[in-house]
């Protein structure tokens, strides 16, 4: 009996360990798939937060204005012959603009002339008159009366020869305003009246006339830029601007701070600066719109980083850091004023750390593990070594 239960048994184990086997080799095999198509880490491009020196700037929203602009009005009343400029053209100073007719102020030099030639022929007979008057009272051949009238004779005839040169400089004087020129450099409007036209006196509006180079451009900052802009001012070097006008990308312009006005505005808080910019092509325009970047602070040692590595999570910012385990994880931070094309961090990074920037969307979660690639923090320098691997 025992026999034959042995005979049974040996047969059953058998079957039980050949499944057994059967069921680990399947298992083994799965789990050798399962590796085999376990996808590798994600690569990404990590840079090192940099601690430099860097000068923070600021940016400002101003106006252009010309340095000078005047309102041309006539000094003499007449019709207008011609109009001598061209609308919208770049003028200099004395090129003529307006021609009011001059035949009555001709007349008017014509009649001053022969009224001093008139006068300089009566001081010619009264002084020849005074000279005998005085060889006479030398011989007592006349009283002293008489003498004295002759003095005064005299004496009238050149107060009157001085009256009609007066009155000749005058009428030429007015004959030379019929001549309407340009006061200044600088780029002309139109023409507010036309040929034919009555022209009066210090009223009519004709043109208007404004300076083109240099240009200023006025701008107002907050009390505490004020306070680092008279600081600069009082070191004994105005600062150095950058100006961005509307349809650029860049602050492609420099400008110099030459004016801080002397007293904060009490209805916004603000002072105003003006910057001297230089337009040798006439290219801008007085009332034009500008953006101003201008230095408002000194960092001797900043923590930056790309300003694309700078994520926002609601009201919070952060970026992803690789540790040394090349594993990824979360750090919020405090950022601070732009640098250039990188952003300071007033908090939440050490010199050193490995940010992430490039691949951010590659990052499903913290914590997942990433393949780092060792790259520059500022993007000029990154195109720069791709580049330099793409030779």
């Not at 040929?195 to 004709?206: H, V």
């Not at 208007?208 to 070097?237: H, I, K, M, Q």
Request: with cysteine; charged share 25%; net charge negative.
């Amino acid at each position: 009996m025992d026999a034959h239960l042995q005979g049974i048994r040996t047969p059953l184990l058998t079957l039980t360990l050949l499944f057994a086997t059967a069921v680990g080799l399947v298992g083994c095999e799965a789990h050798s798939e399962e590796a085999a198509a376990a996808p590798p880490p994600p690569a990404v491009d990590v840079a090192q937060v940099e601690s430099d020196a860097v000068t923070l700037w600021d940016g400002f929203t101003g106006r252009i204005a010309a340095p000078e602009s005047v309102d041309l009005r006539p000094r003499v009343s007449g019709y207008i012959d011609e109009v001598a400029f061209e609308e919208g053209e770049l003028v200099k100073q004395g090129d003529l603009l307006f021609q009011i007719d001059p035949r009555p102020y001709e007349a008017h030099v014509d009649a001053a002339k022969a009224q001093l030639a008139r006068a300089q022929s009566q001081l010619s007979l009264a002084g020849s008159e005074a000279e005998r008057a005085r060889h006479l009272m030398e011989s007592r051949a006349i009283s002293r009366e008489e003498f004295d009238q002759r003095q005064a004779t005299l004496n009238e005839a050149r107060a009157s020869v001085a009256a009609a040169r007066a009155e000749l400089d005058s009428a030429q004087l007015d004959l030379e305003y019929t001549h309407i020129r340009s006061p200044i450099d600088g780029r002309v409007s139109r023409a507010m009246v036309t040929r034919g036209n009555l022209a009066t006196s210090d009223q009519t509006l004709l043109t208007r006339v404004v300076s083109v180079d240099p240009l200023y451009v006025y701008f107002e900052g907050d009390e505490e830029t004020a306070l680092e802009a008279l600081n600069r001012l009082d070191a004994g070097s105005n600062p150095q601007v950058r100006v961005r006008l509307a349809g650029e990308a860049d602050y492609a312009h420099d400008a110099v701070v030459d004016f801080i006005d002397n007293q904060l505005d009490a209805s916004t808080g603000t002072l105003q600066y003006r910057a001297v910019m230089a337009n040798p092509d006439g290219r801008f325009r007085p009332g034009q719109f500008a953006r101003v970047s201008m230095p408002v602070s000194r960092l001797e040692h900043a923590l930056m980083v790309d300003q694309k590595a700078v994520l926002t999570d609601q009201d919070r910012r952060y970026v992803y850091v690789v540790g040394e385990d090349d594993t990824v994880s979360r750090r919020n931070i405090e950022p601070g004023r732009r640098s250039g094309e990188l952003l300071v961090v007033e908090n939440g990074l050490e010199a050193g750390d490995r940010v992430v920037v490039n691949g951010l969307q590659k990052i499903l979660m913290p914590g997942m593990q990433v393949h780092p690639e060792q790259v520059a923090m500022r993007p000029a320098q990154r195109e720069s070594q791709r580049v330099a691997r793409a030779q």
